[in-house]
């Protein structure tokens, strides 16, 4: 039996949208760069990255003048200023130079990218997936020095030209900022990171630190994966009736 061209219609219409749910979530975003300040347009090779950045430089975001201003105090990437409450001790800056990197340099963000209305960017990341690891020994790392906020993306004073605290705010020590290592990794950055019990090894959670071959790919294809799944059994679920409503047509 001829299908009419109605129903032939709008079976080529349910096909469609079943397809585009399948690689609607996988185009590069395992490797790619968002569109921030400083980013590149498209992830590459970038030999000369400085110091901490440089387990990035078979495949990066960063280019070598961000790498080295990653590592410098009120650096013009984003003039800040880390020393907002006296000067923040150097096992504490290490991580904030390793955070740096990981968001100027990483190609592998693509999941947890979103799309943001500021004028200094137009995108940014919400909730990765940090191993337990890294937020432990920041926080411990961190935990002697003070801060006088919470959520850093906001709220300073900035008629300077850099950030100050804000007027009625006072620095207090570290763990009293932010109690668990918890609580500093998803609210430092307005859940920019999302805190997890994965390990390293797991291949659950990202790596601020690591050397070798780049172990985020893999984690980032976990949770896309993942994503495309329930993205694609929710359309499915959402179509069914049109489908059984379809058959009933042809027949």
Known sequence: MLMPPCCRAMWLVLASLLA???????????????????????????????FQCAPWRDNACCTANTSTEAHNDNSYLYNFNWNH??????????????????????????????????????????????????CHSWWEDCKNDYTCKTDWHKGW??????????ANSKCRKWTEVYSTPKSMCEQIWSNSYLYTTHSKTSGRCMQLWFNGSNPNREVAEYYNNNAQQHQSFALTTLLLPAFASLSVMMH
Request: contains cysteine.
């Open 85 to 134: 409450c006296g000067v923040m001790s150097p096992q504490c800056k290490k991580h904030f130079t390793q955070d740096t990197c990981f968001y100027e340099c990483s190609p592998h963000l693509g999941p947890w990218i979103q799309k943001v209305d500021q004028s200094w960017r137009r995108e940014r990341i919400l909730d990765v997936p940090l191993c337990k690891e890294d």
């Open 157 to 166: 004073d900035w008629s300077s030209g850099i950030n100050k605290c804000p």
């Open 20 to 50: 585009l749910s399948s690689g609607a979530l996988s185009l590069d975003k395992l490797n790619m760069c968002m569109d921030g300040k400083h980013h590149k347009v498209n992830p590459g090779p970038e030999g000369q990255l400085y």
